[in-house]
Every structure is written in structure tokens, then in C-alpha cells.
Nanobody
Framework: QVQLVESGGGLVQAGTSLRLSCTTS????????MGWFRQAPGKEREFVAA????????YYADSVKGRFTISRDNTKNTMYLQMNSLKPEDTAVYYC??????????????WGQGTQVTVSS
């Protein structure tokens, strides 16, 4: 059974930083692309960032480019999202997602339970 568990969310002030982690169990983590999505209250879920199996290729939504960094440590079965210069509009539930191939695609078969990030102004 594949499980994705996020951690690191919380309440922070605008302009500060936060790092989310996502640990995967139940499959060979290093074989698959991973990503982050988020959903703000009253809004649709949106793509945030993705990373291929090796960590060499990364992709970002325009809204977070230059502020967020996605990375992974395949020895720890863990993916990270470093979020800097946080804005109130970054407030959302952040979901860790797992792909079905080594390369980033549009579909993700596995989702975590989500972690709340709240940015106060």
C-alpha cells in the first residue's frame, strides 16, 4: 500500500519561510516523479511544483517561481518544498503527489492527506 505523508505546515507571517516534507512508503520512491499541489478555500486545486525521479528536472507554477524550490532525497524517500517570501495568497492545503513514471506528467496516482499552510499579513 502506497502512502504519502506530508509534514511541516503551519501558521507563519508574510515574508517568512517554511519547508514542507513528504515521505513515501510502499513503493520504490526513486523510480517515480513527484509533485506538490495546493487548494485554497473556495478555489480549485492547482499545480505548484514537480520533480522528476532523479531531481534533475523541476517545474513550477508561475505564481511560485523564484520563491519555492522543490527537491528530493532518494536515500530518505522524501521530497521537500522550500517556500520563501511567503505571501497571504499562498495560504492553502498543500498536497504531496506521486506519479506513475520517472518523468513529470499530468497525472498523479497517489495523493497525501494534505498539510495546512497559513500565511498571515
Amino acid at each position: 500500500q502506497v502512502q504519502l505523508v506530508e509534514s511541516g505546515g503551519g501558521l507563519v507571517q508574510a515574508g517568512t519561510s517554511l519547508r514542507l516534507s513528504c515521505t513515501t512508503s510502499g513503493r520504490t520512491f526513486s523510480n517515480y516523479a513527484m509533485g506538490w499541489f495546493r487548494q485554497a478555500p473556495g478555489k480549485e486545486r492547482e499545480f505548484v511544483a514537480a520533480i522528476d525521479w532523479s531531481g534533475d528536472s523541476t517545474y513550477y507554477a508561475d505564481s511560485v517561481k523564484g520563491r519555492f524550490t522543490i527537491s528530493r532525497d532518494n536515500t530518505k524517500n522524501t521530497m521537500y518544498l522550500q517556500m520563501n517570501s511567503l505571501k497571504p495568497e499562498d495560504t492553502a492545503v498543500y498536497y504531496c503527489v506521486g506519479g506513475n513514471t520517472r518523468w513529470v506528467g499530468r497525472d498523479y496516482a497517489y495523493w497525501g492527506q494534505g498539510t495546512q499552510v497559513t500565511v498571515s499579513s
